[in-house]
């Protein structure tokens, strides 16, 4: 299987690679087995341990799905060797991603973490370290899942080719395959189940009902993963060589035309962190009643704008980056002073807006927003950190995947600490004049063991009664650890004193 360009395929004005020859028999069975575990498994509407079966078999799939070694340039097979530990660790921060519907039920946070997936995903697959690889790396997916269809089928081809002129058509030979294995296990499986009634409600549960919902389903999931694992297995076997983007500076302007835009707004950071400092360490009186706004209503005010702050600031220094010159001494030695001063000063208004959020969270309790908020503030502070050290050599091709992976263990820290459960406990923490339970009813079930600790018996039942309305359904594939605790805890029914009241205490009625 040659290693040869995909033609007429150009982006930023490089053609891509790509196999030019037809996928192997290999590879096109193990992305129909993943194909068919993922339209029997994945749960469509819920998180559950459907999620992490597909996740897995896909990722079989792909490590089947490698080209013979002789195909491969030997430049190529540098390249891989070099990038191999990089792109195992995206890869398991994607089944971890993944995984995280396992063992929590609250659906925002898997939202993320499975949107996250895709760019760990996409990480696993490129090899370059810049942030226009790490684009690239994206852009190039759809034309792969594209290009993959006929690379696809010219295996197809190839492979009914050899095995006619071997015996027999291979459509025959693998539809023969496949009835015997159904039929041994057919016929097993029965006697089985008919000699041991634990066995027989495993093999029940495991067994799809056949209907057209189910049908529908089945053919939804097949049309949506297959060609995704096409198109992954297409760049598995030639993977995009990205290092020429890596290495490419781009067009840079004069010292004078980046340092005094810069200057003066380094200028300005140093202003308001000189007013930020004052009311946090001393003069907060003076200001606010100058402002004429209570310290939490300050907080509350100023954050959301502070973060905004941050994230521009993280594309101001990236701009900086990319269009600094960084050759002659003088010039690097104004871009490190200029850009350390205003990494250091942002990294003041990171600290200002946590103070002020930790304040709004005291004064007004812990929500899914804030506690979520907070968590990117600590990212962008954690992603200044690195510029600092960035710029200690100027040149740091590491930064932009180094960021990514920060921002894909926060994700993952936030997952473990299990963040409705501690909602819950923040919230029931509080005054008993101050518990909201419209909002402990609208957190998922993963908030149960702690609401389950209520003194109020009357919320308590009326709260465990509302979350246990969203719980789902209870098959293997929506198997979650949140919501299996949870049902231990509420049981099966947990009798409210008035359904009604209940309900109006959710939706106001």
Known sequence: MPHGPWPDVRLWGRRLPGPSGSATFGTIIA?????????????????????LITAVAGTIALLVARPARSAVPPLVIREQRSAGWDRLAWGLATLALVGVGTFRAAGWLFALCLVTATLTFALAIGAGKSMRSVVMTYLIGPVAILRS????????????????????????????????????????????????????????????????????????????????????????????????????????????EWAVPLGLLTMLFAAFVTVQLTVLFGGERHVLTTAGLTYAEYARGGFWQLCIVTGLTLVVLAGAARWA????????????AVLGALTLLSLVIVASALI???????TYGLTRLRLLVACCEVWFGVVLILVLLAGIRI???????????????????????????????????????????????????????????????????????????????NGWREWNLGRSQARDLIGDDPHPINPRQCLSTRYGY
Do not use: H
């Not at 590491?398 to 936030?414: E, F, K, Q, T």
């Open 31 to 51: 992305i129909l087995a993943a194909t068919a575990v993922a339209a029997i498994s994945l749960p469509l509407v819920q998180t559950g341990l459907g999620w």
């Open 325 to 336: 010159p960084r050759e002659a001494p003088g010039d690097r030695a104004v871009f490190r």
């Open 356 to 362: 002020r959020m930790q304040v709004y969270i005291d």
């Open 149 to 256: 269809a006929p690379w696809l089928i010219r295996g197809l081809a190839r492979m009914r080719r050899v095995n006619a002129g071997s015996g027999g058509p291979a459509p025959i030979r693998i539809a023969a395959t496949a009835a015997v294995s159904v039929a041994l296990l057919g016929v097993f499986g029965l006697l089985f189940a008919s000699a041991d009634a634990a066995f027989a409600n495993v093999v029940g549960s495991l067994i799809p009902d056949i209907n057209v919902e189910s049908v529908v389903r089945w053919v939804f999931v097949s049309c949506l993963t297959a060609p995704v694992l096409g198109g992954a297995a297409y760049l598995r076997v030639a993977p995009p060589r990205l290092a020429d983007l890596d290495q490419t500076e781009g067009y840079k302007v004069n010292r004078l």
């Open 395 to 473: 040149r740091a091709p590491w930064l932009p995947r180094a960021a990514i992976a920060a921002g894909v263990l926060a994700l993952i820290g936030l997952a473990v600490a299990n963040p409705d459960l501690r909602i819950a406990q923040n919230q029931l923490s509080r005054p008993a004049d101050r518990i909201d339970p419209y909002y402990l009813s609208t957190l998922s079930p993963d908030a149960v063991p702690a609401v389950a600790e209520m003194t109020d018996a009357a919320d308590r039942t009326c709260i465990l009664y509302l979350i246990s309305q969203d719980m789902g359904e």
